[in-house]
């Protein structure tokens, strides 16, 4: 349908497209078209500028703005065109052909309500503007039975899990070796079932590894999931993590490197909520790099892991740490403390150096984490947790008495709250 004969029609106009030539986008043509019959029109960039200028521009219920890696030159007239719609009360649909994920995250920046990546999967429009009239918060309904048991489900109100994130202080500390065990501990905690519904979350969004250490796949939901996190319901929730051995659900990083600016601190709020709605413990991956919304994952958390080394670097980074955390009276306290690749036990040298540096820093060291050595590379190599791969190693062994003690704090919580 052209911009001429749609938008001079005496039916009502529901929508319109905005693209360069939407003959480009022949299945957005299809879809346009059996969501909305004759009641939509399409307008080129230029028309788009004009249409909304008039006042009646404000009666369209949304645009899906279509784009592709040609447009990525015309960002600044894009981005005008979305701000136009918003001004104008249009909600604003965005689809999106290979677009750079720096383009596209300006893009949503700017308020679309929702995004497609095309070719369109089945359905997508028309869940799409489905979403555009759906309250902001689904009801909630029953878990999710897998063959081993309940992993995941939609929301349930009379759940309140754990947040447990693991931020190291410099580089190769062993944060996601740590992350990846302690989550896989915690998901096999109990002798007999049912066992704790541990969510474990990447949120490294440029190097995150999570999903080479579990050998899982990266999934698009996950880019999906974050570019909307205002429309997020328990499916496209479940539909952005995996499995591991039907014990352990996945959040991965996405699929392509992000700035870590991608995503707000609401965005992180309206994750954690809905993770805390449907798991016991949450168990969250960060990059090193302290970002805008740290402080909203810190907030949330039970405990916050500090992974270290007895090394110079990383007392001068915790110093720097708590400096900050303080200046922003942000919960210093929340902060656990492990010493990774400890000496051991009969290095009196050593020990004497933890003792001081432990002073030094005015912090406790909560755990010290013995050297893994080559069995932890191996591990990680080959996509298993320590347990699966190395059951005997002293550095599994660690991570499994902290697990237990973290889920009998959990026991004793609940026993009191009851």
Known sequence: MTSETALQTNAPLVACTISRDVQNFDLLIEDMEDALGEAW??????????????????SLKFVA???????EGAL????????????????VILIA???SPMALHQLLQLGAEDFIPYPLPENALNEAIARLDRPEKAPAVDFVETSAGTLYGKSKSNRNGVVLPVQAVCGGAGATTFAVNLAWELANIEKKAPQPRVLLIDLNLQYGSVSTYLDLPRREAVYELLTSTELMDDDSFRQALVEFND????????????PLDFISSEDIERLIDMAKSQFDYVVVDMPTTLVNWTEAVLTASEFYFVPFELDLRSAQNIMRLRTALQAE?????????LL??????????????IKRLSENLEIAIDVQLPDGGKIVREACDQGLPLALEAAKSPLRKEIMKLAA?????QAEHLEAAE
């Open 405 to 409: 003690s973290i889920h009998a704090h």
């Open 329 to 337: 009276d942000l919960p210093w306290e929340k902060l656990r403390f």
């Open 340 to 353: 990774n690749r400890a000496p051991k036990a009969m290095d009196l040298n050593a020990k004497s150096r």
């Open 65 to 71: 703005v279509a784009i592709d890696q040609q447009d």
């Open 41 to 58: 029109g399409d307008l080129s960039f230029d028309d788009a500028r004009q249409f909304f200028r008039q006042p009646d521009s404000g």
């Open 247 to 258: 014990t352990l659900a996945v959040m991965t990083a996405p699929p392509d490197l992000l």
């Open 76 to 91: 600044a007239m894009i981005a005008e065109l979305i701000k136009s719609a918003k001004v104008q009360g249009v909600k």
């Open 97 to 99: 052909d290979e677009v």
